[in-house]
């Protein structure tokens, strides 16, 4: 098991500030797709952003991981400043800290469930019997252990989706991103995975953010925020499950 940052119930994981992005648009036009964000994120604390297509959710998911840099503001994880890590450090910092679950799920399709959940861990340095031993309670976990020695394309997309969010919670992560975890599946499996996603962050006092269009999602999370034009609105409370 890799090591996790010190820190306690309600102690910050996550600050957005003034957090911009502008992409190159045609005619030699910018597009700003964010315009001065600021987000706050708590251990043990779940966060849903909503919002129109294309508002920018998916950008602020990877600006807040560490999957792209801001054109403007700031990010900081734990309390550091990810703008002053270069390439490699910034990679060792996110792995150790953030764990990803995406709609698609980006399994490794040459490897076994098992292996999918090892790698992550043996990146960070953990030996291999420790990653295989913590891979294997994930998957119990996440009701997976007779299919451990599966590769991708013999599980559902249910059960593909499992395994991303045992990868994702592999090295202890204090935060979990989750960008549309359920947009492929059905809607009983999507019930599943919800309900398997907030048991899951609950039990290891994990933050998370997830972005997603399903208001009954939504709805489970501690705040929700609406990404529209750029800014965020809190709408908690406005949404009906």
Do not use: C
């Not at 013999?154 to 935060?175: D, F, H, I, K, T």
Request: a negative charge; zero cysteines; proline letters at 4%.
């Amino acid at each position: 098991m890799s090591e996790r940052p010190d820190g306690a119930a309600g102690e910050t994981v996550v600050v957005a500030r003034d957090l911009q992005r502008t992409f190159e648009g045609t005619e030699e036009r910018e597009i700003r797709v964010l315009r001065g964000l600021n987000l706050e994120l708590r251990a043990g604390e779940s966060l849903a952003i909503v919002g129109p297509s294309g508002s920018g959710k998916s950008t602020l998911l990877h600006l807040l991981g560490g999957l792209d840099r801001p054109t403007g503001g700031s990010v900081e994880l734990y309390g550091r400043p990810l703008e002053g890590l270069d390439d490699d450090e910034l990679a060792r910092h996110r792995n150790r800290i953030v764990g990803f679950v995406f709609q698609f799920h980006h399994l490794l399709r040459d490897f076994t469930a098992r292996e999918n959940v090892m790698i992550p861990q043996l990146v960070a340095g953990v030996p291999r019997d420790r990653a295989r031993g913590r891979a294997d309670e994930l998957l119990e976990q996440v009701r997976l252990s007779n299919r451990a020695g599966h590769r991708p394309n013999r599980l559902s997309g249910g059960e593909q989706q499992r395994v991303a969010v045992a990868r994702a919670l592999a090295n202890e992560p204090p935060l979990v991103l989750a960008d549309e975890p359920s947009g492929n599946l059905d809607f009983e499996a999507s019930a599943r995975l919800h309900d398997m996603l907030f048991e899951l962050v609950d039990r290891h006092e994990t933050a998370m953010v997830v972005v997603t269009h399903n208001q009954t999602l939504a709805s489970r999370a501690d705040r929700i925020l609406e990404l529209d034009e750029g800014t965020l609105r809190d709408v908690t409370g406005e949404l009906e499950a």
